[in-house]
């Protein structure tokens, strides 16, 4: 209803005659449709000061005009002065009960007063005999929406979007609640019908390449977000889009391919971009060309754990461990909290024989909230390694304590029972690991090849175990 009117001259120089009036404390004399475009500018423009003083002296002046009174209450109701509102409504619902714009503005007053199932009745009521269906389709998706119903919510969102296509922002609405109800197959079948009304429409053509990627239509959808490019060529987010399923296809020259394209248009200053080509090219074995894409995508964001991560698994990959060590620091310095960062960093420090370094950061990581089975194994590993075979089996303790589902804990506590010569206990374990996952008796076989090789009994329980599956 209150669309701006910001170029209409006549409403703007009503609204400046009545500003005047107000300062110089003189009156003005407006007729009742002036009185009622005159509010509908202010909310228009959101100057609500202005829009409820206006509805205060239009109601002095015409106190008994319907349609005036129908915009006060309005006026009132959208700046929450529900007192002075109160009384217009029930004066105009006991009046005409029947009348189509009194049942909205009832609707509008239920709502605003938190009773949203008895607003969806009014503006049900009221539907097909309303003036403007363009509103009331948008009324009811607000309270479908207020009420947690987002099919309901859905159904009047795209009514009101098919009325006024032309509004970006009613679009933007029905594509977060499509989201919020995950409704990815309603929300492609609609903009199909979308973009078939407005071919060169980018934005359309975006949200279906979207939603036909969280049905996994994924051609389909690489599509629809590269029509947005060509339409829209300088638009970055449909190449984001794009970017993200080629990656889970593994198809990384596109990636690159995609971003030079980009950049051809565009001065690119978002380090996205540089990431994820750096990420293709490390891919590809071109760490040159690696290394100098993450080098940029640190350059736009130098606080990003991310970028410095990425920079020092390049690295780190190819042996420049000493390199990647300062980056994973960097990295840690921006995010201390980044357990990716934490991760590399230890496998870092181990390699340059950095006991101390690698063991701290590995606490650090079993303390992590995002910590998992496979960090707490690596910790005892890493402890049995150094010969802190009772470190180790305290850790393996505690991984069972909190993941009663990893078998292959089992192995390894195995392992650590044997190094520290309790031969029972050992093979208790070995016994408990074969019975529960015997498809991973490699773990033993694999990590502790000596210990396996300089234990006979272990050894022959091991060779027992590798010829009875093998029968």
Not at 58 to 77: H, K, S
Not at 267 to 290: A, F, N, R, T, V
Not at 301 to 327: C, I, M, V
């Amino acid at each position: 209803m209150y669309a701006s009117q910001e170029n209409d001259s006549d409403i703007s120089r009503i609204a400046a005659r009545y500003e005047e009036a107000i300062r110089n404390g003189t009156s003005i004399f407006l007729d009742a449709i002036e009185w009622i475009e005159l509010m509908e500018y202010y909310m228009g423009e959101m100057i609500y000061d202005m829009a409820t003083s206006a509805a205060r002296d239009a109601g002095e002046t015409y106190p008994d005009n319907t349609e005036l009174n129908i915009t006060r209450g309005e006026v009132y109701i959208y700046t929450s002065s529900m007192e002075t509102a109160r009384p217009i409504v029930e004066s105009l619902v006991e009046r005409y009960p029947t009348m189509p714009a009194v049942k909205v503005l009832h609707g509008m007053y239920l709502s605003a007063s938190g009773l949203h199932h008895r607003s969806i009745e009014q503006f049900l009521s009221a539907y097909n005999e309303y003036e403007d269906p363009h509103r009331l389709n948008i009324l009811l998706a607000e309270e479908y929406t207020s009420t947690g119903n987002y099919i309901m919510a859905i159904r009047y969102y795209q009514k009101a979007v098919l009325l006024a296509p032309e509004e970006p922002h009613l679009i933007d609405t029905l594509v977060d609640i499509y989201r919020i109800n995950e409704s990815y197959t309603l929300a492609s079948h609609f903009f199909e019908r979308l973009t078939e009304k407005q071919p060169y429409n980018a934005k359309l053509w975006y949200h279906l390449g979207f939603f036909l990627s969280r049905i996994e239509k994924y051609e389909d959808a690489l599509k629809s977000l590269e029509y947005a490019t060509y339409i829209e060529p300088t638009w970055s987010l449909p190449y984001y889009d794009m970017a993200e399923i080629l990656w889970e296809k593994e198809r990384y020259e596109d990636i690159i391919s995609l971003f030079t394209r980009l950049s051809s248009y565009i001065s690119i200053e978002d380090p996205y971009p540089y990431s994820m080509m750096g990420k293709c090219y490390h891919q590809i074995g071109q760490i040159e060309l690696s290394c100098e894409n993450f080098l940029r995508a640190i350059h736009f964001d130098p606080l990003n754990a991310e970028g410095w991560y990425n920079l020092s698994l390049a690295h780190f990959t190819t042996g420049h461990k000493r390199q990647a060590l300062t980056y994973i620091y960097e990295g840690i310095e921006c995010d201390p909290a980044d357990i990716e960062c934490l991760r590399l960093a230890w496998e870092i420090e181990e390699s340059l024989h950095m006991w101390d370094e690698a063991e701290s950061h590995l606490e650090e990581i079993i303390n992590h909230s995002d910590s998992n089975q496979e960090d707490y194994m690596d910790y005892a590993y890493f402890l049995y390694e150094r010969g802190k075979y009772n470190d180790s089996l305290e850790i393996l303790k505690t991984l069972r304590l909190l993941h009663d589902n990893c078998h292959e804990a089992f192995y390894h506590m195995s392992s650590v029972y044997y190094a520290l010569g309790d031969y029972e206990k050992g093979n208790n374990m070995l016994k408990k690991a074969l019975s529960l996952a015997p498809e991973l008796l490699h773990v033993m076989q694999d990590n502790y090849p000596e210990l396996i090789e300089n234990i006979p009994q272990l050894k022959h329980h091991i060779h027992r175990v590798d010829n009875q599956k093998g029968n």
